[in-house]
């Protein structure tokens, strides 16, 4: 049945003759596939070229006695290209992931009109990481095309079941408002007559893929608003 579903999608049911069990023809092993038609004659490879593709026949008769390149190549790697083969333009960035900082090479192609993120490779120009990437930042291209990605406010309510909407301005607003509130209810001036200026009303915990530069301003931004407790994975 998956066979008429996916390669005899091809094959116009026209050409077909009606289906009789003993006309099955010995198809090349595909342990998942299961016949119920016979396939059309056309689909068959040529006993010449087969002979003559045949990985065994091409190391004997070729350069390639021990079947390591050219004899063993399949159809699919002999039209294999690199992934950046199509890329438009070249932006060079660094991995957001860690602090190692390993440079990355982004190919930009256009894909339905728009510049899309079509892979990000390791730079080998880069004196840190020498072209190489970790599989954390070999994946970083889903950080901007995973259609899983957020990019919309998300809020829970208190006690609330369900994730609504908010306009960024908005959620904007009701962090500051409690983050000022918060501030203001919590506020230390002194601990056992010792000045401090302090609140441990609030915490930031920043996530891995801040770079440097924004942990740098959230850093900076919670130690002025008194926050002593500023985490971050991996950058701070
Ligand atoms: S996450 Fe991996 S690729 Fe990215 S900077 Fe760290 S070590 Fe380099």
Not at 51 to 66: A, F, M, S
């Amino acid at each position: 049945m998956v066979l008429r579903d996916t390669f005899m999608s091809d094959i116009s049911a026209a050409t077909l003759p009606p289906p009789r069990r003993d006309s099955y023809p010995a198809l090349p092993s595909a342990g998942y596939v299961r016949l119920d038609r016979p396939v059309a004659r056309a689909a068959l490879p040529d006993p010449r070229s087969w002979i003559v593709n045949w990985p065994v026949y091409q190391q004997l008769t070729g350069r390639d006695r021990l079947g390591r390149g050219l004899a063993v190549r399949s159809p699919h790697t002999e039209h294999a290209a690199p992934r950046t083969e199509a890329a438009e333009r070249v932006t060079n960035s660094v991995c957001p992931y860690c602090a190692v900082g390993c440079a990355q090479r982004v190919y930009v192609a256009k894909v339905n009109g728009q510049d899309t993120v079509t892979q990000i490779e390791g730079d080998p120009d880069s004196p840190v990481s020498r072209g190489r990437l970790c599989p954390k930042g070999s994946a970083s291209k889903q950080l901007v095309t995973h259609p899983g990605r957020q990019v919309r406010v998300l809020y829970r309510r208190p006690y609330g079941k369900t994730w609504e909407r908010l306009g960024l301005d908005q959620a904007m607003d009701m962090i500051a408002d409690r983050v000022i509130a918060t501030r203001a209810a919590t506020w230390q001036e002194t601990q056992d007559g010792n000045p401090v200026n302090r609140t441990l009303g609030f915490a930031s915990l920043g996530g891995a893929t801040l770079d440097n530069e924004e942990n740098y301003l959230i850093n900076k931004l919670w130690t002025a608003l008194g926050a002593i407790q500023i985490e971050n994975q991996a950058r701070i």
